[in-house]
């Protein structure tokens, strides 16, 4: 690598911190304004992934289905926190949220922390914490932290998600999963 592409390289990094900690502790009702008045300087490409993100909590939180598979690739592939091991294609993607919808309440949103994002040519990559707020704190869902990973691809000039990993930490001591880690 010479001199000029790793300036242009560590400028990059550089945007992609400073965008990731305009995102910290925001709410998703949040994202659309820092989007688009971003305090970062960060890149179209890497705004653009940032938009995809919050428009998936926004579906989420508003349990619309057909705008959150709107966001997903047709091949896409999913580990979820919940079975099976896997998930092959967005509409087998759609079922296993169709069976999840009914357990979410009304009126919630969904906070991240260290949101992180990496865009090079037309292959993007993001991770973040995250947790739904809003919610009763009985509500088993209001009192996880979940780890996300999410790949994605620009296809006719939009990113779509080819590939989403949701997670939560077990003790390998007990094999059991640990729902109270704070970030």
């Given amino acids: 690598m010479n001199d000029e592409s790793r300036k242009a390289g560590d400028q990059h990094e550089g945007n992609i911190e400073a965008s990731s900690r305009a995102f910290d502790h925001a709410f998703v009702t949040d994202y659309y304004s820092v989007i688009m ?57 759609r079922a296993q949220w169709a069976e999840c919808m009914p357990y979410l309440p009304d009126g919630f949103t969904v906070e991240t922390r260290d949101l992180t994002v990496m865009v090079s040519h037309d292959l993007a990559l993001a991770h973040w914490l995250w947790h739904f707020v809003g919610m009763p704190l009985e509500h088993p869902a209001s009192q996880t932290w979940m780890r996300a990973t999410s790949g994605y691809r620009k296809v006719g000039g939009l990113w779509k998600i080819v590939h989403e990993h949701h997670s939560v930490p077990f003790d390998p001591m007990t094999s059991q999963a640990v729902f109270t880690l704070q970030p």
């Fill in 37 to 93: 008045n971003p305090r970062s300087g960060a890149s179209s490409e890497c705004e653009a992934v940032h938009a995809v993100i919050a428009e998936l909590f926004r579906a989420i939180s508003s349990k619309d289905l057909d705008r959150l598979l709107a966001l997903y690739a047709p091949e896409a592939v999913a580990f979820d926190v919940k079975p099976p091991l896997q998930i092959k294609g967005a509409a087998n993607w």
